[in-house]
């Protein structure tokens, strides 16, 4: 095709045109005085750039997103900001290169990425997580419905391992309803704990929610301390978009006793020797 109907077909004037077709990103050849553009080398060319679109046509990097990602493709897989991936790529974990000065992330390196580790979910999998927690019950769950410790329940675990059936999802060890019941049904030291019965929930990320006992003992460093430039604390939303996690990950590991809050005003914040100790057993 000669260098107007490109043009034409790409929605591009006379000007641009040319230049497109001097830069070398397909094959043209001259013939009794005009440019030609091999149709092939054009085609493959637009299956592998994100820049130019057709005017009537399929869109283009057909090719390109075969094996790479945007980096908005990965915002909307995982449900994250770009400054999550941003970050991420800062660290190493994604390998990357540019397509029109736009960055590119391998599929493969994503994968590679994405397998390693369980605290990250895409969209997708954060949904049937959402269905298999629903047939499930966490470990940190079951000592207040006993009304017992935690570390009971952890012996009580691995002293009748043949009643439970533990189920692993999104990294975290949980017993499925059906196993959990049954073991119920078959004993009588335990007895669930009447849910009128137990303390009004104390969420220690909602300051709504915070306990009237902690309000008044709570102790915490001031302001001045937070804003110092060295900076000791994170906020929330800061640690969600580092680890790439919801705010329910980060309150399920606050509940769990793996990372630690405190409270400035309204405010709740992460220390970072905590922060820096979870990302270092979690290798995040």
Known sequence: MTVPEMGQLLGLGKTDS?????????????????????????????ANQIKYKKVNGPPPGSEL????????????????????????IKNGDLETFLVD????????????????????????????????????????????LLGSHRDNIYSLLQNHTEHFKIKVIAGRKRITLDSF???????????????????????????????EHE??????????????????????????????LSKRDVYDNVLSGH?????IGRRYLVPKDSFDEWRMQNNT
Request: aromatic share 14%; glycine share 4%; hydrophobic share 30%.
């Open 259 to 263: 990372m630690k809050v405190i409270q």
């Open 18 to 46: 040319y230049w497109l077709a001097h830069q070398g990103k397909f094959e043209c050849f001259q013939l009794k005085g005009r440019y030609f553009i091999k149709k092939q080398s054009f085609e493959q060319w637009y």
């Open 181 to 211: 019941e049954k073991w119920y049904q078959s004993q009588k030291k335990y007895k669930k704990v009447v849910v009128s019965e137990l303390a009004p929930p104390c969420d220690p990320l909602e300051p709504e929610f915070m306990c």
């Open 215 to 244: 309000q008044e003992t709570k102790t915490t460093p001031t302001e001045d301390a937070v804003h110092a430039e060295d900076k000791k604390y994170y906020t929330v939303d800061e640690v969600r978009e580092m680890l790439l």
């Open 65 to 88: 997103n075969e094996h790479s990602y945007s980096v908005s493709d990965l915002t909307k897989l995982l449900g994250v900001t770009g400054y999550a991936i941003y970050t991420r």
């Open 101 to 144: 000065g736009w960055i590119r992330i391998t599929k493969e390196s994503f994968d590679k990425w994405y397998s390693s580790q369980s605290t990250h979910r895409t969209v997708d999998d954060k949904e049937r997580d959402s269905q298999a927690e629903q047939a499930s019950i966490s470990l940190t769950d079951v000592a207040p």
